[in-house]
T-cell receptor, first 114, second 111 residues
Framework: EPEVTQTPSHQVTQMGQEVILRCVPI?????FYWYRQILGQKVEFLVS????????KSEIFDDQFSVERPDGSNFTLKIRSTKLEDSAMYFC????????????FGPGTRLTVL | EDQVTQSPEALRLQEGESSSLNCSYT??????LFWYRQDPGKGPEFLFT?????EEKEKERLKATLTKKESFLHITAPKPEDSATYLC????????????WGLGTSLAVNP
């Protein structure tokens, strides 16, 4: 069964460093998303991406964040200068179509900022 | 104001003891409500999608129902492997593609 994969599973970084989180969405899906979940809190939407551009982003997704589809399979989230409050689980998701189609999630990357 | 509220926050059941989890919402123009299961340290695993009031979906011991203001996830004769956090998320009019989430119900099923 096709699945979304994410690497690394755990990333530890120093405050102010740049990190890149990687995702491989399900191969025939066209819409891609990043969400985050701070420990003990709700899952929060960050950004959606379609046709090589951002289609929607939340207030959390400020200039420190960027997304890219560098090739036909990978989808990345870059945090330019990490802060302590960026520590969270980051989930990538993909869906076949946009609108209200089911989103399928990867296993997540746990980001720890020291 | 919370748009999606799940209750109870935590539930402990004996194996075989059926129960229901609740997801209530305050948004207008619901476009789709989703139930996911999340194991510790893992990503949400899709269970069901419901689109309109009165709709029901069933899979093994789980059954999801939807009304105009809430959804229930009924668990019949649960087993220890059903222990997980169950998350509810939804889209509403003008907010497509951006899932809005509840905090989840942490379910523990004792053998």
């Amino acid at each position: 069964e096709p699945e979304v994969t994410q690497t690394p599973s755990h990333q530890v970084t120093q405050m102010g460093q740049e990190v890149i989180l990687r995702c491989v969405p399900i191969s025939n899906h066209l819409y891609f998303y990043w969400y985050r979940q701070i420990l003990g809190q709700k899952v929060e939407f960050l950004v959606s991406f379609y046709n090589n551009e951002i289609s929607e982003k939340s207030e959390i997704f400020d200039d420190q964040f960027s997304v890219e589809r560098p090739d036909g399979s990978n989808f990345t989230l870059k945090i330019r200068s990490t802060k302590l409050e960026d520590s969270a689980m980051y989930f990538c998701a993909s869906s076949l179509s946009g609108s209200t189609d089911t989103q399928y999630f990867g296993p997540g990357t746990r980001l720890t900022v020291l | 104001e919370d748009q999606v509220t799940q209750s109870p926050e935590a539930l402990r059941l004996q194996e075989g003891e059926s129960s229901s989890l609740n997801c209530s919402y305050t948004v207008s123009g619901l476009r789709g409500l989703f139930w996911y299961r999340q194991d510790p340290g893992k990503g949400p695993e899709f269970l069901f999608t419901l689109y309109s009031a009165g709709e029901e979906k069933e899979k093994e011991r789980l059954k999801a129902t939807l009304t105009k203001k809430e959804s229930f996830l009924h668990i019949t004769a649960p087993k220890p492997e059903d222990s997980a956090t169950y998350l509810c998320a939804l889209f509403y009019a003008g907010n497509n593609r951006k899932l809005i989430w509840g905090l989840g119900t942490s379910l523990a099923v004792n053998p």
